[in-house]
């Protein structure tokens, strides 16, 4: 038994408790072995809940049942606990808008990861006589990330330095999920490109193979047609023979 586990039914050893009925009556103080007694009956565990109470507290419970709920909570917990980073970035009073740019988007990927952004300004010299020109480049910045996250410390300024928190809009689980998400569909997308010119490839592949020629046969020669024969000069055509003379 580990020293988190609370001591149950013969394993407090105290002359009395404090006892808490299962449906969480107070009973009152009473002996251990009346406790204990009560336990028995219900067909529960007497568990010691606050062992530096004087007297200790007990309650009536299913400790089987108990344990096992609260390892169940404890694993829920943990997995939906989110390991949240504070990052750091450092900007000049005097950024140039590129380098603004190139910070604003590490800022961005940072937020868009489920991360903290520590946002910090070193001043230089007589720079540190004009915190407001800092304040304004921290709201700015605050401004064009307000999508993804929001001011969780406003800007204060400590010597040299001035800082400003971001916060994620979105929880670490949470980008984690989305950026699977994207880069399921970044590799859908990469997968149909591909396809696609697989397909082109091939198209083209057939576009420049030979066409197969064909045998071409010659044509058969046509039948000779004969004249017909010329027929013999008609002449009067003969006319019935004469039969014997009338009389």
Same mark, same amino acid.
């Given at each position: 038994m580990t020293i988190s586990e609370?001591?149950?039914?013969?394993?407090?050893?105290?002359?009395?408790?404090r006892l808490i009925g299962p449906g969480?009556?107070?009973?009152?103080?009473? !002996?251990?072995?009346v406790a204990l007694k009560l336990a028995q009956d219900a067909d529960l565990d007497l568990v010691e809940v606050?062992?530096?109470?004087?007297?200790?507290?007990?309650?009536?419970? &299913? *400790?089987?049942?108990y344990k096992y709920e609260s390892d169940m909570k404890a694993r829920e917990a943990r997995r939906k606990q989110a390991n949240t980073l504070l990052k750091e970035?450092?900007?000049?009073?005097?950024? &140039?808008?590129? &380098? *603004?740019?190139?910070?604003?988007?590490?800022?961005?990927?940072?937020?868009a990861a489920?991360?903290?952004?520590?946002?910090?300004?070193m001043f230089r010299g007589r720079?540190?006589?004009?915190?407001? !020109?800092?304040?304004?480049?921290?709201?700015?910045?605050?401004?064009?990330?307000?999508?993804?996250?929001?001011?969780?410390?406003?800007?204060?300024?400590?010597?040299?330095?001035?800082?400003?928190v971001l916060g994620p809009?979105?929880?670490?689980?949470? !980008?984690?999920?989305?950026?699977?998400?994207r880069s399921a569909e970044v590799n859908a997308q990469r997968k149909t490109k591909s396809e696609v010119k697989a397909e082109a490839r091939r198209a083209a592949e057939d576009q420049t193979a030979p066409e197969p020629v064909e045998e071409q046969t010659a044509p058969e020669p046509a039948e000779e047609q004969t004249?017909?024969?010329?027929?013999?000069?008609?002449?009067?055509?003969?006319?019935?023979?004469?039969?014997?003379?009338q009389r």
């Open positions: 609370p001591r149950i039914n013969d394993r407090i050893r105290v002359p009395e408790v969480g009556e107070q009973v009152g103080v009473v !002996a251990t072995g606050a062992p530096a109470a004087r007297p200790p507290v007990a309650k009536l419970m &299913d *400790y089987g049942k970035i450092r900007f000049r009073l005097k950024i &140039d808008p590129h &380098d *603004y740019a190139t910070k604003k988007g590490h800022v961005e990927r940072f937020l489920g991360d903290k952004v520590k946002v910090m300004i720079e540190q006589s004009r915190p407001d !020109a800092g304040v304004r480049l921290l709201e700015r910045l605050a401004d064009d990330v307000a999508e993804l996250g929001f001011v969780e410390s406003m800007p204060k300024q400590d010597g040299r330095n001035m800082t400003m809009v979105k929880k670490k689980s949470e !980008a984690k999920s989305e950026q699977r998400k004249a017909p024969e010329p027929s013999a000069a008609a002449g009067p055509k003969p006319g019935p023979k004469p039969g014997p003379q």
